[in-house]
């Protein structure tokens, strides 16, 4: 019986294995061909980017709601997401056209960072934003103004932080405006500087709600995406 030439020779081609004494009979070549062919062309840097849990894959995807003109793409798993959010935003623009486009809930240190960054990037975006730094006066009374501001608001945007993580557990004002917006279909989580496994620990509901990553984008690129999701006029009649 004629030995196998592999341990010398290989049989990464259809060649070699034809040269092989013991393999090169029509049920090794049949069993050979039945492999799938891979491409040799190299991973470019946008197919293997945003790979990462929160973003669901490479950014290769448009919804529905976004101009062919728009420079910004998306993962699968954002438009999953966020496909529920733009249809309560068409809802409400229709029913209740007076609204804010979102309120922004997030940690109280971080009115003056992350919060502030991402609220002044919505403003620039054109974005209503309902937050608390600007729109609480001095004098009423901190939980009704909130209260007010979630009822008057088309979404929900949770800024997910280090801070807030830290809030979420003392039960304090963060954490009742979570309450409010997890009992809807009109929140998206915008994680910051931490990770979903982080925030699983703290909150597993919020952490169920797939949304948008600084991890693999800027802020600046997430706020793009907010004011696509919130861009809706109404057909005219």
Known sequence: MSSCTAPRNGH?????????????????????????????????ASSISGSSRSSGGARSSKPRWSQASSPVYYTPAEVIALTPIRRTVENLVEMKPDLRDVFLCHAW????????????????????????????????????????????????????????????????????????????????????NTTYEALRDVSPLLASRTGLSTTDETMKEVAAKLAELIAYEPAKT
């Open 109 to 192: 240190e971080d009115r003056q960072d992350a919060a502030k960054e991402l609220h002044d990037l919505l403003i620039l975006n054109g974005v209503s934003v309902w937050f608390s730094e600007k729109d609480i006066a001095l004098g009423v009374p901190l939980m009704r103004a909130i209260d007010k501001g979630l009822a008057n608001s088309r979404i929900g945007l949770v800024l997910v932080t280090p801070a807030l993580l830290r809030r979420l557990p003392l039960e304090g004002i963060a954490d009742k405006e979570l309450s409010a917006l997890l009992a809807t279909d009109q929140l998206v989580p915008i994680v910051h």
């Open 12 to 44: 990464r081609t259809a060649s070699g294995a034809a040269a092989c004494p013991s393999c090169s009979s029509r049920s090794y070549r049949s069993h050979y061909n039945s492999y799938p062919s891979y491409s040799s062309t190299p991973y470019s």
